[in-house]
């Protein structure tokens, strides 16, 4: 079990920026990082070992910058447990 989850909100910031074709690339690229990951409306939710997830978010900002945006702003939250956790443990209250 994976010892970190982390909820990320990319936020995009400069003149002129389309955000309807940065996040879906970003999505992309969370899809592309082998974690496990659940794309939720106000957040992107990833589980893994903590290097991996922070390389992810990193990655996240450059790809950011890289698509036009003068800066990134990245919201993040990490639940860490040496016992592990996971996405299945956070979405319990969900029908």
């Known amino acids: 079990m994976n010892n970190v989850t982390a909820g990320f ?8 920026v389309d955000t309807n074709g940065m996040i879906p690339r970003i999505v992309d690229v969370v899809k592309e990082s082998g974690l496990r990951y659940h794309v939720g409306p106000m957040e992107t939710v990833v589980e893994g070992n903590i290097d991996e997830v922070f ?3 990193k990655r996240t900002q450059e790809l950011g910058v890289e ?29």
């Open 67 to 95: 698509l036009g945006a003068s800066e990134v702003l990245t919201n993040i939250k990490i639940h860490y447990n040496p016992d592990g956790v996971s996405i299945e443990d956070k979405m319990t209250h969900v029908n």
């Open 9 to 16: 909100q990319v936020l995009p910031n400069g003149q002129d």
């Open 55 to 57: 390389s992810l978010l």
